[in-house]
Structure formats: structure tokens, C-alpha cells
């Protein structure tokens, strides 16, 4: 009789735990949307600065989607949608991590770590295996 409430316990800890990593992935959704915003009110839009702003209104945007209420014959496309969507993030990221260790390299600076966009690296890569195990709860046992 212990084991079952042990295991009940564990599922609602499990549950509880996917459902906060999903917050996360709101939170970070509107963060990216609210960056975005910063860029266009800063107004200094080069090329990659707006491809960065556009495609974080368009991630942060995704990341905010109901998934669970995802049609099981669409439910396939959006979860690859994500995947993709979530590589190329980190792609930007690490092309922005890249062009600003440039810029500080022409001025004779030396960045330190890129802490924040880890941060947000960690947090899109965490939305991939969150959302699937959201929908298909049973994939965890």
C-alpha cells in the first residue's frame, strides 16, 4: 500500500515539475517577445538584429501555443515545428554570442561568460522534451 502512495507521489511530483518547466518555457516566450521589443524601440536595426527581432516575436509567440490542445493529426507537425524552431534558437544564439565576442575583440575587450543566453539556450532546448511529455505523459515511466 506504501509503494502506491510512494509511486501517486512521485507522478504528482513529475506532473508538477513538467508543468513548471512548461511556465518556464512562457516565461521565455514572453521574455523573447518583450527583447524584441527592446530592439525595435532602440531602433539600431542592423541585418542581423532584425532577423533576430523578427524571429524572436515568431519563437516567442510559438513557445506561448497551447500544445496539449493540439489536434492528435496536427500534433506530429508541431512538435516537429518545435524541434526545428528550437535548434535554429540556439543557432542565433550562438551566432550572437559570436558577432558580440567580435565586436568586443575590436574594441580590445574580453567578454566574460555568456551566462544570460546560456540561460536562454537552456531554457528553448528544455521546451522540446517538456512539451512532449506534457502531451504523452506515459513516455516517462
Excluded at 513548471?20 to 538584429?49: S, V
Excluded at 492528435?72 to 534558437?89: D, H, N, P
Excluded at 544564439?93 to 575583440?105: D, K, L, S
Excluded at 511529455?133 to 513516455?139: I, M, N, Y
Amino acid at each position: 500500500m506504501s509503494d502506491t502512495k510512494e509511486q501517486l507521489l512521485q507522478k504528482k511530483q513529475t506532473a508538477d515539475g513538467v508543468r513548471y518547466a512548461r511556465w518556464a518555457g512562457h516565461f521565455l516566450g514572453f521574455l523573447l517577445i518583450g527583447l524584441a521589443g527592446r530592439n525595435i524601440i532602440i531602433g539600431d536595426l542592423g541585418i542581423f538584429t532584425t532577423i533576430q527581432t523578427v524571429y524572436f516575436v515568431i519563437y516567442g509567440t510559438f513557445l506561448n501555443a497551447p500544445f496539449t490542445r493540439v489536434p492528435e493529426a496536427r500534433w506530429r507537425l508541431i512538435y516537429g515545428t518545435l524541434v526545428v524552431v528550437s535548434v535554429f534558437f540556439v543557432f542565433l544564439m550562438i551566432a550572437t554570442v559570436m558577432f558580440a565576442y567580435m565586436a568586443a575583440a575590436d574594441r580590445g575587450e574580453r567578454l566574460g561568460v555568456p551566462g544570460f543566453e546560456g540561460t536562454l539556450i537552456f531554457l528553448a532546448l528544455m521546451q522540446v522534451p517538456v512539451v512532449l511529455f506534457q502531451r504523452k505523459p506515459d513516455l516517462l515511466d
